[in-house]
């Protein structure tokens, strides 16, 4: 693929999902029942959600649409690279940023889960990612673990034989010497993957775990959102290479 054809397919894809993230953050069909997870959105997302009814609505109107903004722009710029600044990009949105911040800092987050670091129970490399290997083909039958060899080097790597050479994608960071794991779907050509926190606002999704059995219960709540987001990313990035 010829690089102007890679980065105007790019440029579609990220507006793709754009436009996913967009419908989940106003909370749209298929997305109107999607469960909250703090695991994936911004503090200031989490704090705008918990606190929806107490805001003025020209207030809401205002700070969703800004934050909607936000999460284009961050997309953008993590599969597109060298954007202006957010705020030269949106220069209508300056004065709705500083108030939302503002707004954001008198609220509190004591509606967050606090977790403990202490009585974590190691699990070798290997169990946990057998371990996640069997949740996710268990949920995912179209999804077939590749080996390290053959998957993104440092990712848990299942892919999805879609037309031609290209592959649909859900990749899992286990990271090393830490207790969460970060999701990712993606797709083959052109070569994209975005961390699942980036289609709630925020910038990477953390799901902790201390023993097996919650390393099993995490991988699954991160699949309840990947099973929702993945089959409408699939969809919309099918009728895109129709049109191509």
Request: contains cysteine; proline residues 4%; charged residues 30%.
């Amino acid at each position: 693929m010829n690089n102007n054809r890679d980065c105007d397919l790019k440029i579609q894809v990220a507006d793709v999902i754009g436009n996913i993230s967009e419908a989940i953050l106003r909370r749209e069909p298929p997305f109107d029942d999607l469960p909250i997870h703090e695991e994936v959105y911004s503090k200031t997302q989490l704090k705008f959600l918990h606190y929806y009814n107490d805001i003025e609505e020209k207030d809401r109107h205002d700070f969703l649409n800004c934050l909607i903004d936000l999460s284009r722009y961050t997309i953008n710029d993590l599969i597109l690279r060298n954007q202006k600044p957010f705020e030269k990009k949106h220069p209508g949105h300056k004065e709705i940023w500083k108030k939302l911040i503002a707004w954001s800092k008198t609220k509190n987050n004591d509606f967050t889960t606090k977790y403990s670091t202490q009585n974590i129970e190691k699990i070798e490399s290997k169990e946990l990612v057998e371990t996640i290997k069997q949740v996710v083909c268990n949920r995912m039958h179209d999804f077939k673990y590749l080996p390290v060899k053959k998957g993104f080097p440092g990712l848990i790597t299942f892919a999805k034989k879609w037309k031609d050479d290209n592959n649909f994608y859900i990749l899992i960071d286990k990271g090393k010497k830490r207790f969460f794991l970060d999701f990712f779907i993606g797709i083959k050509i052109p070569k994209i993957i975005i961390d699942i926190a980036c289609f709630f606002n925020g910038s990477q999704s953390i799901y902790r775990y201390h023993s097996k059995e919650s390393l099993i219960s995490t991988t699954n709540n991160a699949m309840d959102l990947v099973e929702q987001i993945l089959p409408e990313f699939e969809k919309e990035i099918s009728d895109l290479f129709k049109a191509l």
